[in-house]
């Protein structure tokens, strides 16, 4: 009988930046997801920044949960209440499964650093295409707080009692094209 640890096993995880503002050279928020997620020990399949539209934000991530080449879309901003917020609405229409616990533990987590002023997020999260997507705010402190708080647990098989990597092989049972294996 052996007495094996788990081993980490890397996720290739792509960053997705919604703003009207950023470029890739000051693009705080998807910097900090990307060096987050590479010093843990994930790959990064790939980064990009796209508009507050949901046209465009729905047709890159479509590319992403079709390729098998990405396991987690990671996307950070446009989930405030402004006019070009639309991250939310853009996004969990293509969810098969929403993940309602990801926003309370987000909220859970941001209000005992920022208070009541987490209200102003609709952090959300879900499954499709076997492809797990986190919407995280803008900033880079929520996105710290989204990565360490919950993600990096959570996209490490290490952590016990579960995970979501020890799932993502049955993520598309129903879809039998077997793209989480």
């Known amino acids: 009988m052996t007495n094996e640890a788990p081993q980490f096993v890397p996720l290739n995880i792509a960053v997705l930046t919604v ?3 950023r470029s890739l050279d000051d693009d705080k928020s998807g910097t900090t997801l990307a060096d987050r997620l590479t010093a843990a020990g994930h790959r990064l399949a790939a980064r990009d920044i796209v508009t507050d539209d949901a046209d465009a934000i729905r047709t890159k991530l479509r590319m ?3 390729d098998p080449g990405v396991d987690v879309v990671i996307t950070t901003g446009g989930t405030g209440f402004t006019g070009r917020d639309v991250t939310p609405e853009a996004v969990e229409p293509l969810f098969e499964k929403r993940m309602d616990g990801f926003s309370i533990a987000f909220h ?24 797990f997507i986190f919407c995280l705010p803008g900033s880079p402190g929520a996105c710290r707080d989204g990565w360490d708080g919950i993600l990096a647990p959570q ?4 952590t016990r009692p579960c995970n979501f990597v020890e799932i993502m092989p049955r993520l598309d049972e129903h879809l039998k094209r077997g793209k989480a294996k």
């Open 19 to 21: 703003s009207d503002t």
């Open 64 to 66: 992403w949960i079709a």
């Open 108 to 131: 859970m987590l941001s209000h005992a650093k920022i208070g009541t002023s987490t209200i102003q997020s609709r952090a959300t999260a879900g499954v499709a295409g076997a492809t």
């Open 155 to 158: 996209l490490d098989y290490r």
